[in-house]
């Protein structure tokens, strides 16, 4: 059965550093896209970041951008997001995903994967 199992998360002053795990099992996620979403309090959910399966290729969402870094593990099938400079507006439940290389979805809209994890909670506070 696939599964995304994310791990890392927690309660963290503003400015502090947290990385994210994703631990990928039951498909071939080495050959998948993969990224993170988040969706914070009364708000829709919102793509953050995504790599490629080579690991060549990411897009970051305007938001995180020279903050973030995503990155990947294919052996051991597991993706990181290091997250610097934490601010409060970055306060979410940040979520694993995972694509198909034939998903023909918008790399930022949902629909775009097929894989999700359950999610782990990122607070950050003033």
């Known amino acids: 059965q696939a599964q995304l199992v994310e791990s890392g998360g927690g309660l963290v002053q503003a400015g502090d550093s947290l990385t994210l795990s994703c631990a990928a099992s039951?498909?071939?996620?080495?050959?998948?896209?993969m990224g993170w979403f988040r969706q914070a309090p009364g708000k829709e959910r919102e793509f953050v970041v995504r790599i490629s399966a080579s690991g060549q290729w990411t897009k970051y969402a305007d938001s995180v951008k020279g903050r973030f870094t995503i990155s990947r593990d294919n052996a051991a099938t597991t993706v990181y997001l290091q997250m610097n400079n934490l601010k409060p507006e970055d306060t979410a439940v940040y979520y694993c995903?995972?694509?198909?290389?034939?998903?023909?979805?918008?790399?930022?809209?949902?629909?775009?994967?097929?894989?999700w994890g359950q999610g782990i909670q990122v607070t950050v506070a003033s």
């Open positions: 039951g498909r071939a996620f080495s050959g998948y896209f």
């Open positions: 995903v995972a694509g198909t290389p034939w998903n023909t979805g918008s790399y930022y809209t949902q629909d775009g994967y097929e894989y």
